[in-house]
């Protein structure tokens, strides 16, 4: 056997007790409010075929696609997956009785063969939370979309967070409104989306570059530099028909989000925010925390008439959104809103010697039974080394049972946070350790 | 973009919802159960360098490894992780400062580039969940390991299930009283270990195919084919002290077991399991369902106190287990302990017009406010068609929201099981409704 040369693979992450108590405590919380809302749980494999996944993503997302070049008992080269969106589009495909709409939740790792940058949150391993809803069209879901996310950060304790609305068929009417053609939309979109990170000005510099006319760049100028609301939008772009229908799914959406009883404070309205992905049809939303501009959004996503046909061949409408479960951790971690958890053991018994240690296994065996997270100390080591490892692990409670206490029944408790230390009967044991 | 040649990887399984709800409640009911006894979380990459893994399984096992060819701003070969317990000793060598004893949970999929056999229960990418302990060699932990088996298997429903306890000292004991050298002990195992699917006349055979002298054969049957206790075994290898710890060994872990509480019609000694791992070096165990002989084992485990040292170069007692997810899965379903599920949404709400739809979202949002899983259907369509939808996903109630009921208040609340209607005040749908 040889010896292990320890090492992570560089762009992937161990995540220990401290961390994942909070991710696993994260996702909990995103799969009950997705179950609330009806979606239901789906997991795909890891490897797919090759085939399945290339020619999807573009060229420079296909090189970033992990092979594997082992290929037993197969001619076709398979690979990890890229995201969760591809496979989920192929789950479809194959399903074809699957109840409609099919509203379905994924929580799992990608892969990404990229030159990995840690310090700006890019991994070569990394989860993705989806949810994403095939076979309607209805705004509806787009709505619950946006209530879903608010109603998951909420719950995290998130409070400056603001979810960004805007719709591509907005988008392209501003294209034609500056009188551009509508295969320019990506590419105004594009540098229309970094209006939150730069003003105006920069932003007219790189149309220039790209080539725009400037009687474009300067329509474009007078609409991106008000702060517009729906109603001014829609008397700018009166006449440009798919801008007027970007418009009324935009209210549908935020009269649901106001009867669904959405905070207000919550989402707006942004004409600037355009998302980079190509394949949005409709509403988009993504968001960020108002209080730290640098940080990236922690969560995006849009409508996608046309993906899922063009992959399975079979015309489905979509809509989906990406919760980014390491960027919502960092962030919790930098706002320090995770209290330091590296256990969810509430009591550790100490262990004395061989002549007490049936009790005190018969101890743990009755806390357990009241659903208190009980550890033995399993050696019998001096006191002080088991109160450190209490200490060291953040347990809360120690139990100790001396002969006095195994004649009488009872055990001494010390909240280690606290210092004090009792003497009480086994019953009331699960009264003074509250669940964590 | 091109479309999908839609197929699922051979060996690999996508889980729809109806799968995937059983399979989120057992791992939860598992994350649960390990947190009682102070077992935490702990996440690897799926991703390893390559020679983190090799030399450590077997050269049978390496070839089986899935190498990934794609090694971008990186020298070193990277490969899938084939077990969780490798990547577990990667990360206690490489953080000398966990608290001991280190107690983890994992539950992740590995992978096998194997020639798949799905009706055998053997797939390429498979869900392992192990818990395994470092830094003490009380048997204590091994005995908490036992327990934790039994607990989870009775949570699931499980009632036949029998935990078989061995030794590998008492294994040892044995070829050194058959007059065999020790490092016979692992061929002896191999055909020992055959025993509970054949008689001995065959594991005769096999162990006379492997030359085993005449002598040594006839005293390791004499011993095997009787009921042994721990007191007649004891007798019976007296004098040979390695077996003599081994039987030392199994007697604390009994006397913990019943300390601990658990049905003594759980678990049993069985002189006959052995166990396949070459690196078990003390109390061994294995789950199967006694009125189900032909299933494979549940569970399996037990203490390699040599592995981690020699994985990591800092000597470090360990006992672990294994908790096989597909196989408990997949008995369940074969015993129908699994009732269809194919949502988790408890009231699906009619949606008739736009005029009406306000009151219907206003309606979800009020009723997923009280925890009720609520789905909208987000199109006007046919009633009828939104009752087959409802049964179709096995939706238990269904809420229609006419004229009537919104001006007064109320709901017509059906329950689509037993087809009786009735109309409620909103706040009594909570007390109708309630929770799976």
Chains 1, 2 share one sequence.
């Not at 290929?71 to 080269?77: L, P």
């Not at 840690?118 to 209805?138: K, L, N």
């Not at 990236?296 to 849009?302: K, N, R």
């Not at 979509?318 to 706002?335: E, H, N, P, S």
Request: contains cysteine; hydrophobic residues 40%.
């Amino acid at each position: 056997m040889s010896k292990i040369a320890a090492r992570v693979f560089k762009g992937a992450r161990d995540f220990l007790p401290e961390q994942m108590l909070h991710r696993e405590r994260i996702m909990e919380v995103m799969r009950n409010v997705f179950k609330k809302y009806g979606f239901a749980p789906l997991e795909t494999p890891a490897i797919e075929y090759l085939d399945v996944l290339t020619g999807k993503y573009g060229e420079d997302a296909d090189r970033l696609i992990y092979r594997l070049d082992y290929k037993i008992g197969s001619k076709d080269a398979a690979a990890l997956h890229y995201d969760l969106t591809v496979p989920f589009s192929r789950v479809v495909a194959m399903n074809p009785d699957l109840p409609l709409p099919f509203k379905r939740y994924q929580m799992q790792p990608v892969w990404r063969a990229d030159r990995p940058q840690p310090h700006q949150g890019r991994f070569r391993e990394f989860y993705q939370c989806d949810i994403d809803a095939v076979g309607s069209t209805s705004m509806i879901i787009d709505a619950e979309m946006v209530a879903i996310t608010a109603e998951i950060l909420s719950s995290l304790g998130f409070e400056t967070f603001l979810i960004k609305i805007n719709n591509r068929k907005i988008l392209n009417g501003i294209t034609q409104y500056a009188g551009l053609p509508s295969e320019m939309t990506q590419e105004v979109c594009r540098s229309i989306d970094k209006l939150d990170k730069m003003p105006w000005e920069e932003v007219e510099k790189e149309l220039q570059q790209k080539e725009i006319q400037a009687e474009a760049i300067e329509k474009l100028g007078a609409l991106m530099q008000q702060q517009l609301t729906l109603d001014n939008l829609s008397s700018a772009l009166s006449g440009i028909e798919t801008a007027l229908e970007g418009i009324a799914e935009t209210r549908q959406i935020f009269t649901y989000l106001e009867a669904l009883g959405v905070d207000k404070k919550h989402y707006c309205f942004d004409l600037s925010l355009a998302r980079g992905l190509d394949y949005y049809t409709g509403p988009i939303f993504e968001t960020k925390l108002t209080d730290q501009p640098h940080m990236g959004s922690l969560t995006g996503g849009g409508r996608y008439d046309g993906l899922i046909g063009m992959l399975s061949g079979r015309e489905m409408p979509a809509v989906g959104t990406t919760l980014g479960l390491d960027r919502i951790f960092t962030a919790m971690q930098q706002l320090k809103m995770l209290p330091e958890l590296k256990t969810s053991t509430q009591v550790l018994i100490a262990n004395f010697s061989e002549d007490t240690l049936e009790h005190v296994i018969n101890l743990a065996g009755f806390l357990r039974q009241q659903g208190i997270a009980t550890e033995i100390y399993p050696d019998a080591a001096k006191l002080k080394k088991q109160f450190a490892y209490a200490d060291k692990k953040g347990i809360p409670f120690m139990a100790v049972l001396g002969e006095t206490e195994i004649s009488e029944g009872t055990v001494a408790l010390k909240d280690l946070r606290t210092g004090e230390q009792k003497v009480v009967q086994r019953k009331d044991i699960s009264s003074l350790v509250k669940p964590q």
